[in-house]
């Protein structure tokens, strides 16, 4: 069939998506143009749109990959205060003993 991860990859089934719907406008366009005569700037203006909103598909940012960084970044972080706690417990005072607590009677 196909690779798993293209088929499972958003920026791809966008792109195909994409140039699904422009090849269908070429068809429209060409037939149009062989028709009316009026040049070549529609299929042009197709392709180039197609190719526009491709370039900028794939040169925008991840935002899975985004999101990815700032959960290793946050697990980095609990991570070291994990480990701050752990140090400051190990390096408190042994507390096994009851604390003396005195009775009101011997207040008075």
């Known amino acids: 069939m196909g690779n ?3 088929e499972t990859n958003p920026k791809v089934r966008a792109t195909s998506a994409i140039w ?3 090849i269908g406008l070429l068809g429209v366009c060409i037939t149009l143009v062989a028709i009316r005569e009026s040049g070549i700037i529609l299929p042009l ?3 180039l749109g197609a190719g526009g909103g491709t370039a900028a598909l794939w040169f925008s940012p991840d935002k899975r990959q985004q999101e990815e960084v700032e959960l290793a970044r946050c697990m980095k972080a ?3 205060r994990v480990m701050n706690l752990e ?3 190990t390096s408190l005072p ?5 604390f003396f ?3 009101k009677q011997d207040h008075l």
């Open 4 to 6: 798993k991860s293209s």
């Open 20 to 22: 699904g719907c422009a």
């Open 45 to 47: 203006l197709v392709v």
């Open 78 to 80: 609990l991570e070291e």
């Open 87 to 89: 140090i400051i417990y």
């Open 94 to 98: 042994d507390t096994t003993k009851p």
């Open 101 to 103: 607590v005195a009775d």
